[in-house]
């Protein structure tokens, strides 16, 4: 069965650290893989798009990684601030050119 | 610019009332879509349509009808309310995102609104 699969479980760092987020999925092969941030009681806001022939995407301080042979993208947030913390949501296209979205990672960024 | 607007924010409903969550987008966006989400879970899609007068099920869209009149409008009916349907309501709209053999034109990026909580006693 296709999965997208975030860390459910929150993600803790102190401030001024790289903190590093993750996307796995299986049985699907994305065109493009897109990332949000989501705060508490908000509705989700894009942050980047990466397509299935980059390999990395630079955005201010964000960085995804996106590997179709792992099946994974990761995404980075350095010299991370308390304002960062949020959950963050990975999606991807599905046959239908839809989005599916992860569970979601939430980032704990303490002063 | 308002963006995606949904009301209302929040909505308590009894087992078997009916009721409609309206969503209007100012952006002329021709995609537009309801998901749901529940505590830890992600976004699940419930229906979505790619221009007016079209629409078509997402991942669950039992016990939901959706209406496309307009380019603006997008609102999602429950009928027979069910404890199971209590959830955060997202709307979202978005450009269609054009694929080809060069590679995606446009990022294709939803733009949500607010959400709206559904309470099912």
């Known amino acids: 069965s296709q999965k997208i699969e975030q860390n459910s479980e929150a993600l803790n760092i102190q401030e001024g650290k790289t903190a590093t987020l993750t996307c796995n999925y299986t049985?699907?092969?994305?065109?493009?893989l897109q990332w949000y941030r989501q705060d508490p009681g908000r509705g989700p806001v894009f942050l980047l798009l990466?397509?299935?022939?980059?390999k990395e995407k630079r955005k201010e301080r964000l960085k995804v990684t996106f590997d179709t042979t792992l099946k994974q993208s990761l995404f980075h947030i350095t010299a991370s601030q308390p304002a960062d913390s949020a959950t963050y949501l990975c999606?991807?296209?599905?046959?239908?050119?839809?989005?599916?979205f992860g569970g979601g990672t939430r980032l704990m960024v303490k002063p | 610019n308002a963006g995606v607007t949904q009301t209302p924010k929040f909505r308590i409903l009894k087992i078997g009332q009916s009721m409609t969550l309206q969503c209007a987008q100012d952006m002329n966006h021709n995609y537009m879509y309801w998901y749901r989400q529940d505590p830890g879970m992600g976004l699940k899609l419930i229906y979505y349509?790619?221009?007016?007068?079209?629409?078509d099920k997402g991942e669950v869209p039992n016990g939901y009808n959706v209406s496309r009149s307009t380019t603006e409008d997008f609102p999602l009916r429950l009928e027979l309310a069910a404890p199971s349907q209590t959830s955060v309501y997202f709307c979202a709209s978005s450009y269609s995102i054009t694929l080809s053999l060069a590679g995606v034109y446009n990022t294709g990026e939803l733009f949500f609104g607010e959400g709206s909580r559904l309470t099912v006693l």
């Open positions: 999606a991807l296209n599905n046959a239908g050119n839809m989005l599916t």
């Open positions: 349509s790619v221009g007016a007068g079209i629409t």
């Open positions: 049985n699907y092969s994305p065109a493009y």
């Open positions: 990466i397509r299935e022939n980059e």
